[in-house]
């Protein structure tokens, strides 16, 4: 039924938003992203099918970044909802408010995405609450629709419309996975660390530093990922690196600023900051 179609992928310079403007073609993204693998294309072709997406990941690797970019990409408009422990189905759906001339009917940005044809991206989406499934469910099957339960209006998705998600499987406990049900009925790709070469070039890209720092920098966030005997819930993200050049950047003691931006947000134990403390300290 969906037949795959094929989609050019541009390549060099089309891929980091500088390519030579020669033509009225529409405007290559301008949202800077540096690809870790075939990401790209997966998002391209599950757009062009009508298929959800779901994105898995550590903190900070490039999600919202990534999404971002294929929404302009792809010319979409894109409403990011991040979601939490109190996120119900009338949160993305919508709900009656009491206005000067009574109630009246206000959507929720997944209804505004579908109304639209644009991309919703639901951040973290495991730490909704359980209703939201509800609505979820007829919008990632083939049905592609979206029942307004409080109106009587059953939203019919239009082509431009996609849902993705994201979830951190580093963060999931027995009582909080994804269900099979949910999970199996979206395409899915995990964004990982990128790899030191294409991290430093993230670095250079988003802070302007130059290449002998951010490769010292993506040497220290290897170094401390290496660490395993500290219980570190999780790894030093490209974000907290992005901001330790930053601060480089703006002329702060680097070391001051790997122990602000690299060491302290990861832990309260004094002897695991020590210990990360002498780690950067070792391998400047
Ligand atoms: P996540 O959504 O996975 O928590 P983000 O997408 O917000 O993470 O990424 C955090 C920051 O890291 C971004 O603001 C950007 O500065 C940087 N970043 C990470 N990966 C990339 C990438 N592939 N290309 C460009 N910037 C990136």
New binding site residues.
């Given amino acids: 039924r969906h037949a795959v179609r094929p989609i050019s992928i541009p390549i060099s310079g089309a891929m980091t938003g500088h390519a030579a403007q020669v033509s009225a073609e529409p405007e290559r993204p301008s949202i ?5 693998g075939r990401e790209v294309a997966l998002f391209e072709y599950a757009f062009h099918n009508r298929l959800p997406v779901m994105i898995k ?10 999404v971002r970019y294929m929404a302009e990409r792809l010319e979409r408009a894109l409403y990011t909802v991040a979601c939490h422990d109190d996120l119900t189905a009338a949160d993305l759906v919508g709900r009656h408010l009491i206005g000067t001339e009574g109630t009246f009917w206000s959507d929720g940005p997944l209804t505004r995405a579908v109304r639209e044809g644009a991309v919703c991206y639901l ?1 973290e989406v495991v730490e909704a609450r359980k209703d939201t499934t509800v609505v979820l469910h007829p919008l990632t099957d083939d049905r592609r629709i979206l029942p307004l339960e409080r109106t009587g209006e059953t939203l019919q998705a239009p082509p431009g419309f996609m849902l993705v998600v ?1 979830y951190n499987p580093g963060y999931q406990t027995l009582l909080k996975g994804m269900k099979p049900s949910t999970r199996q009925r979206f395409v899915a790709v995990t ?1 990982g660390f ?1 790899a030191p070469r ?1 991290e430093a070039a ?1 670095l250079i ?2 802070t302007g530093i130059d290449s002998a720092w951010a490769e010292v920098l993506v040497r220290i966030a290897g170094a401390l990922r290496a660490l395993k005997d500290h219980d570190l819930e999780e790894g030093v ?3 907290l690196l ?1 901001y330790a050049a930053t601060l480089i950047q703006a002329g702060m003691d680097p070391r001051d600023a790997c122990l602000a931006a690299l060491v302290e947000p990861l832990t309260d134990d004094a002897e695991t900051i020590a210990a990360l403390a002498e780690v950067i300290d070792a391998t400047r």
Avoid: A, H, N, W
């Avoid at 800077?32 to 870790?36: A, E, I, L, R, S």
């Avoid at 990941?57 to 990534?66: A, E, H, L, S």
């Fill in positions: 800077f992203y540096k690809p870790q990941g550590p903190t900070g690797c490039g999600k919202t970044r990534f951040d994201s964004l990128p294409l993230i890209g988003e993200s490209t974000r992005v």
